[in-house]
């Protein structure tokens, strides 16, 4: 409702009897709006109350980019292009993002929840497009993907990375044509991901299992995962994301 999004965005300023924004009002608009885009909610309201639109966003982040040089705001860019582009099935501009992104890395001193979802859905979509293309090559961007996260589950970030781990693990083993091998991870990242209750992950391992069972030739189990899916991304909030997985 236009109440909600009014003080989500009114937080979001520095000065408020001055209406000063702070520095991160625009980067988080910018999250605010794909959050947005999943939903499939209007972002007139949004809009309304600032009168910065979706594009105008990435026009400041850009021109701040220019007269400070720092890295770490135009990648904010090419994260939320990366996100939209992943959730929504399209894994060729996903991995231009995550291509982007990467060009405009100064340090992997200081590890951020950017990094890390640029570092799954850069490997998943490089091992689903490694099918769709054909190219085997693309698949060793996917295993260097899985052994950095799989090298944080297995020090200190289990609860966070293991679920991540497993599913690139099931993607490289489709990609390979191992499909007992993959079916085990898929079902392990599932557990993992309910477990620890990350439950757009858990639609995505059942959605990306789903296309795998029905490629494998099981109609019947692949329905039954993407319905599940379905479910889970709607429980999640991400209704316009929910309504897509009609259309596999």
Known sequence: TRDRL??????????KSEQIFSPYFHPTLGDLYFVMYLTGESTDEVYSIFGVSPEEVENELFERYSATNNASIIQLVYYHRLLKSFWFRDYETAMECCEKYVTFQRS???LRGTDIVHTVFGGLSSLILSRRRNQKELIAIGEEAHHKIA????????????NKAFLLEAEINFAKGNSAKATTAYE????????HKFINEEALAYELFGIFCIEEGNLYKGNECLEKA???Y???????KARSIFYL
Do not use: P, Q
Not at 153 to 161: F, L, M, V, Y
Not at 188 to 195: E, F, M, N, R, V
Not at 234 to 240: D, F, V
């Open 6 to 15: 009014l003080r989500v965005c009114w937080d979001m300023m520095y000065d």
């Open 108 to 110: 992997m001193k200081m």
């Open 151 to 162: 090298f944080w589950a297995n020090n200190g970030s289990k609860w966070n990375a293991e």
């Open 188 to 195: 392990k990242s599932i557990k993992s991901a309910h477990d």
């Open 230 to 232: 379905r479910e889970l």
């Open 234 to 240: 709607e429980m999640w909030g991400a209704k316009k």
